[in-house]
């Protein structure tokens, strides 16, 4: 079974910082694109930023210049999060496109971890 498993949420004060981690665990060949994605209550859920196998990085303009993603060599996805503020409270999810040891392709979603900011 491949699955993605998130840890580092909690609650911060304002102006605060967390570091979010996933990791695709599994009979994983290779994870491609890595994202971040977050839903706030009543709130459609929003791409945050993303990264590629290359390290090519894209950040939603909210959280530009405070947020930043980063990968390991292998399957770990991390989003570092500066300079956090209450509009920044969400459910935060990864998701990744892998490839299994037997080549079949998944779109894969973690269970999502809360991040609450207070002010």
């Known amino acids: 079974q491949v699955q993605l498993v998130e840890s580092g949420g909690g609650l911060v004060q304002a102006g605060g910082s967390l570091r979010l981690s996933c990791v695709a665990s599994g009979r994983i060949f290779r994870a491609n694109d890595m994202r971040w994605h977050r839903q706030a209550p009543g709130k459609q859920r929003e791409l945050v930023a993303s990264?590629?196998?290359?390290?090519?990085t894209h950040y939603a303009n909210s959280v530009l210049g405070r947020f930043t993603i980063s990968r390991d060599n292998a399957n770990t996805v991390f989003l570092q999060m500066n300079s956090l503020n209450a509009e920044d409270t969400a459910v935060y999810y990864c998701?990744?496109?892998?490839?299994?040891?037997?080549?079949?392709?998944?779109?894969?979603w973690g269970q999502g971890t809360q991040v609450t900011v207070s002010s």
């Open positions: 998701n990744a496109a892998v490839i299994t040891d037997r080549g079949s392709a998944y779109d894969l």
């Open positions: 990264i590629t196998r290359g390290g090519s």
